[in-house]
């Protein structure tokens, strides 16, 4: 739906992010993406025991590993373009230094220390129109302020992340 149904109020209506001879191929990928890292870095950052942060502490850095592979093979994650598999990876990696590496305790890795997934990362921030819609202060101060029970005293860290 969202691929299509707002194209009237587009600025790119050609834009095609879930094309049909794709579809498959970016819901596998958006299936591994969101359990490893999408939903891993909360899974890591409110486990409860030991036990539970390192085996989805591993899984993150995993999953971190499994796209700088792939992505040094191809630009972007599914294939040689642009898709929604890429959109919905983007929003984790922008985070992903900046707050789930220390907030969540997610740092066996971070995406700097990965040449192919930053470069990836800094690719799509510099795109036309993402950059804008990145405010890391606000980023920071709602995860940094809000969960009380991983950060009391409500301490948002100096750093922004890597330059992007």
Not at 1 to 19: A, G, I, R, T, W
Not at 43 to 55: D, I, P, R
Not at 86 to 99: A, E, H, K, M, S
Not at 128 to 144: D, F, L, R
Request: glycine share 4%; charged share 25%.
């Amino acid at each position: 739906m969202l691929n299509s149904q707002f194209n009237e109020f587009s600025k790119n209506p050609q834009l095609d992010l879930y094309p049909l001879e794709l579809q498959a191929e970016i819901d596998a990928v958006n299936e591994w993406v969101y359990d490893s890292l999408n939903n891993g870095v909360y899974k890591a950052g409110f486990a409860t025991a030991e036990a539970e942060y390192e085996k989805n502490a591993i899984m993150v850095r995993d999953g971190l590993l499994k796209c700088e592979q792939i992505l040094s093979k191809q630009p972007f994650i599914v294939c040689d373009r642009l898709t929604e598999a890429d959109v919905r990876l983007f929003t984790t990696i922008v985070r992903f230094d900046p707050v789930y590496f220390g907030h969540f305790k997610c740092n066996l890795i971070a995406v700097k220390d990965l040449p192919h997934l930053f470069a990836w990362l800094k690719k799509i921030y510099n795109m036309e129109g993402v950059k804008e819609t990145v405010n890391m202060k606000h980023i920071k101060g709602h995860y940094y302020t809000s969960h009380i029970q991983i950060n009391p005293n409500k301490i948002i860290p100096l750093s922004n992340g890597p330059d992007l």
